[in-house]
């Protein structure tokens, strides 16, 4: 079993949490200066290399101007498509 860092469920939250940054027309940069972390943190996150908690993530949907209960049923709905 492969660790959760880079498993399908975890991909999928990465490219939700990353689509949603470009949708916003941010740069990393500009995402990390609204969550006080470095660009660097984002790149690892996007890059799934580091998993996000679910402060970081409720953080992250904030500072995208997204309410986290619509980016979670976002990264669910995905998660069930790709289990059929």
Avoid: H
Avoid at 28 to 45: F, G, H, M, P, Y
Avoid at 57 to 62: E, H, S, W
């Amino acid at each position: 079993m492969p660790k959760t860092i880079f498993s399908d469920e975890n991909m999928v939250v990465v490219e939700v949490v990353k689509a949603a940054r470009i949708a916003a027309g941010l740069k990393q940069t500009d995402l990390a200066e609204r969550i006080n972390k470095d660009q660097s943190w984002v790149s690892l996150v996007e890059g799934s290399q580091r998993r996000l908690d679910v402060v970081e993530f409720i953080k992250l949907a904030q500072a995208l101007d997204i309410r986290p209960s619509t980016m979670l049923d976002e990264i669910v709905e995905k998660i069930a498509q790709s289990e059929r």
